[in-house]
Nanobody, 124 residues
């Protein structure tokens, strides 16, 4: 069983930056694929980024490629999402997710554990 707790959300102006963190409990973190998803009001949850167990493989949604960076620190059981050049359309609740697999996954249904979410609001 894994518990995930996100932090770092907030209000930022367009063009600004935020770093989200997701802390995990349990020993399975270092062998799990981690990801970030987001859900804007009235929209479905969408994939943002994923990273494999070692950090050696990552994948991004086209909408965030070149602006967001996912990383992890297995010693701290934490995954991060550095978000730069934020746009108003990045406004959403951001969720951390974990999958009991060694390979990266992009579908929400492939993830086993979810955090409660953290709100990111980008003003224009």
């Amino acid at each position: 069983q894994m518990q995930l707790v996100e932090s770092g959300g907030g209000l930022v102006q367009a063009g600004g930056s935020l770093r989200l963190s997701c802390a995990s409990s349990g020993r399975a973190f270092s062998v799990s694929t981690m990801a970030w998803f987001r859900q804007a009001p009235g929209k479905e949850r969408e994939f943002v980024a994923t990273i494999n167990w070692s950090g050696g493989s990552t994948y991004y949604a086209d909408s965030v490629k070149g602006r967001f960076t996912i990383s992890r620190d297995n010693a701290k059981n934490t995954v991060y999402l550095q978000m730069n050049s934020l746009k108003p359309e990045d406004t959403a609740v951001y969720y951390c997710a974990a999958a009991r697999t060694f390979v990266i996954k992009r579908e929400s249904g492939q993830y086993d554990y979810w955090g409660q979410g953290t709100q990111v609001t980008v003003s224009s």
